[in-house]
């Protein structure tokens, strides 16, 4: 493939025309990237996944998925609608938006079930997933009796059992205890060397350079700031204290004033 799997150019959307979310976004993402958008809440992070999912549209600007522009109009194509759902995955920050059904089992294997993967192949995938998350014991649950880590594990099986090409995850590690956010993180890096294009939001630096080449920032004015390696972007501590992605704090210490930069931990709040 020649071209970026995404490719937006001077993107801007806002919400009822008057909230705007994005303004003069410059992206492309190539084939098998890792690829994270970091940003204090409000800053449009979660608006840019759900433009590349497809779930909203540009109001202004052009966004183009493996070629062809990405809108409202194109998905009036039954053949590229089915392609993009095949092809792009998506996981919410809120995993009570993916987990409907009755069971996990159920809900796992919802998406290829849909898409019309073979009964066989479908346990396949069942199976590894299942042993990857560690989340066989859950499967004859209900999802609304999960905890979160629970939850979010579902939510990530349920997206990538449908192998798509192109993982969209938004805050995939908020609130999980450390053991869990190794499951994921270890199973995104995988999927990565077997090819998929990985696309995470996310709040949480510490785990950025694992799960990034390129960095883009985004600022209170909905625009990206910088972007670049990881290593370069996490080391510009005035770049991460000037757009809220840490803090400095400072303590007295026999009589010496103590300056420590520190990283923000807080996933809960919801954000557009």
């Known amino acids: 493939m020649d071209y970026p799997v995404f490719s937006l150019k001077n993107v801007w959307f ?93 809900d796992i294997i919802f998406g290829p079930l849909q898409l019309g993967v073979a009964k066989n192949e479908i346990q396949s995938r069942l199976e ?30 349920s997206t990538l059992i449908i192998e798509p090409d192109i993982i969209i995850l938004d805050e995939p590690t908020a609130g999980l205890d450390p053991s869990t956010t190794r499951h994921i993180i270890d199973l995104l890096l995988d999927e990565n060397v077997a090819g998929k294009t990985i696309i995470t939001s996310t709040h949480d630096l510490h785990i950025v350079g694992e799960i990034s080449d390129t960095v883009y920032v985004f600022g209170a004015d909905k625009r990206i700031v910088k972007s670049g390696p990881a290593d370069n972007i996490l080391n510009d501590l005035a770049l991460l204290t000037a757009n809220n992605l840490v803090h400095i704090h400072s303590h007295r210490h026999k009589d010496k004033m103590h300056i420590h930069p520190h990283v923000h931990l807080d996933h809960h709040d919801e954000e557009h």
Do not use: M, W
Request: glycine content about 8%; hydrophobic content about 40%.
């Open 128 to 157: 590894r997933f299942v042993t990857i998350l560690g989340i066989r014991d859950l499967l004859d649950r209900s999802p609304n009796q999960l905890s979160i880590g629970e939850k979010r594990k579902v939510a990530v099986a």
């Open 14 to 106: 806002s919400y009822l025309g008057r909230f705007p979310a994005l303004a003069a976004v410059d992206i492309d993402i190539k084939p098998g990237e890792k690829i994270s958008i970091i940003g204090a809440n409000g800053s449009g992070k979660s608006t840019l996944l759900h433009l590349l999912d497809g779930l909203i549209f540009a109001d202004k600007g052009l966004v183009n998925f493996c070629g062809k522009e990405l809108n409202e109009k194109s998905f009036n194509d039954i053949e590229f609608s089915a392609d993009f759902r095949r092809k792009v995955g998506f996981v919410f920050q809120n995993p009570d938006v993916q987990l409907f059904c009755p069971s996990v089992k159920e």
